[in-house]
């Protein structure tokens, strides 16, 4: 009997990259933000090696860094088997300590720190199959994938068998739309045209570029002002055209009806969506966002800044979003993602990722290609955000092609950062740190 592998350490590392200079990321609520992930690296007893991340804009990311540290005992020692053949007991496990789920429980700080870890595990699976984690879940039998989940607190919602169900129903056609999928890719919208800092000429040309490599849905940040806001849509249509999709997010920035006042007035120019409108905490709020903006032909999308499972299932059941938006990080990696996935397939409603960031893009295209060829079957109102920004530092880049990501070929999940950049981009000691310190363009800390 094969000896089985077993994590023998766990490294953290804090990467950060100085995006506030050129405004990449710029929002109504971030003006400046450096976008940023600590990072974790699982070491094996074999050759392999887990990598996982999730996301910051900055400060505050050593924070997130010692909170990882702090569960090392609930990780180092372990045998991937062990972990994996009963994970949603294990993903239970990890956030549930006695102790450090009081400052949670199941979000901010702690949940960061259990998404880097979960996701360096998934990426450690995934490599171990030689497989894509898209293509990992997409093969993996529909009561194994569904064991990965923990249903505490969203049985209500979605059973167990409900999700099996959902899963075996589509198991008939999946090879039909995995072919599909791999010859065209999954559609995707930017928001790398429409950060709120960037001049006029700056979107003009960015949207400019983006048709011409086939680009045809579109974001803008909205917010500080509105009728900057009406401008910029205006310039945006003039040069997109009113047959391209064009959403705009607030990023959090006002009150339940400042929302709706707002987005009526921006309604000519005929928004897909508005993204998080309001508090993300604010599940009533966003349904009578949903309710006032719905004879517009406008719809809610959020859950960038969601915290849990628990609240998606809120949302979902009060109607108060029309576009279900994953984040990667932000939950507790792929297990409580899987869970999200399969709650927005029960209530009919489409799965549009968050991306953007550091490894976002990356991260995010696996969930897309699964919730297309294993649970929705539908590309019906759904696409992925991209982001061209900081790709060129992945050791396994996204790709995107005419508009739509091309499906991930590299084993793994994240796969990894590029040896040199976690040299380089470690904070506060990398190389291009101090150099940025040496020039006066950051203060050292």
Not at 223 to 228: E, F, N, V
Request: proline share 4%; aromatic share 10%; charged share 25%.
């Amino acid at each position: 009997m094969a000896k089985p592998t077993k994590i023998t350490a766990m490294e953290v590392k804090d990467i950060r990259f100085p995006t506030s200079l050129e405004k990449d990321g710029s929002d109504a609520m971030h003006s400046a933000p450096d976008y940023s992930c600590p990072y974790v690296i699982l070491e094996t007893d074999s050759t392999l090696q887990g990598h996982g991340s999730t996301f910051t804009v900055g400060k505050g990311s050593e924070i997130v860094c010692y909170a990882i540290n702090t569960m090392k005992k609930m990780v180092v020692g372990r045998n991937l088997s062990d972990i994996f053949n009963n994970f949603g007991a294990y993903w239970r496990e990890i956030t549930n300590d006695d102790q450090t789920r009081w400052i949670g429980p199941e979000k901010g700080v702690t949940h960061l720190a259990t998404a880097a870890i979960i996701n360096a595990l998934w990426d450690l699976w995934a490599k171990m199959e030689g497989k894509p984690l898209w293509k990992l879940l997409v093969d993996m039998d529909a009561e194994q994938l569904v064991n990965t989940i923990d249903f505490k607190y969203m049985s209500d919602a979605l059973t167990k068998d409900e999700a099996i169900a959902i899963l075996k129903k589509m198991d008939a056609t999946k090879a039909k739309r995995e072919s599909e999928i791999l010859k065209t890719g999954y559609p995707s919208y930017t928001t790398s045209c429409g950060w709120l800092g960037y001049s006029d000429e700056k979107i003009t040309k960015l949207a400019t570029e983006a048709m011409a490599q086939g680009t045809s849905r579109f974001k803008m940040k909205v917010g500080k002002d509105l009728q900057d806001d009406i401008r910029r849509a205006r310039i945006f249509r003039q040069v997109i055209g009113f047959d391209r999709v064009w959403c705009v997010d607030a990023n959090q920035k006002w009150d339940v009806q400042e929302s709706i006042d707002w987005m009526t007035a921006l309604a000519p120019y005929k928004p897909l969506w508005i993204e998080e409108p309001t508090s993300p905490d604010d599940v009533l709020g966003h349904a009578a966002i949903a309710k006032a903006l719905n004879p517009l032909g406008i719809g809610v999308a959020t859950g960038e800044m969601c915290q849990n499972r628990v609240m998606f299932k809120q949302f979902l059941q009060a109607n108060a979003l029309q576009f279900c938006q994953i984040d990667a990080c932000r939950v507790g990696g792929v297990n409580e993602v899987l869970a999200i996935i399969l709650m927005a397939a029960k209530f009919n409603v489409p799965v549009c990722p968050h991306a953007g960031g550091v490894g976002l893009c990356e991260l995010v295209q696996h969930y897309s290609m699964f919730d297309y060829i294993r649970v929705s079957g539908s590309l019906e109102n759904r696409m992925t955000e991209f982001a061209d920004h900081l790709h060129e530092h992945m050791l396994a880049p996204v790709a995107v092609k005419n508009g739509n990501y091309v499906p991930a070929k590299a084993p793994g999940f994240l796969v990894g950062i590029q040896p040199q950049t976690l040299k380089d981009y470690e904070y506060p000691n990398g190389a291009a740190w101090q150099k940025l310190f040496d020039q006066g363009l950051f203060e050292r800390e």
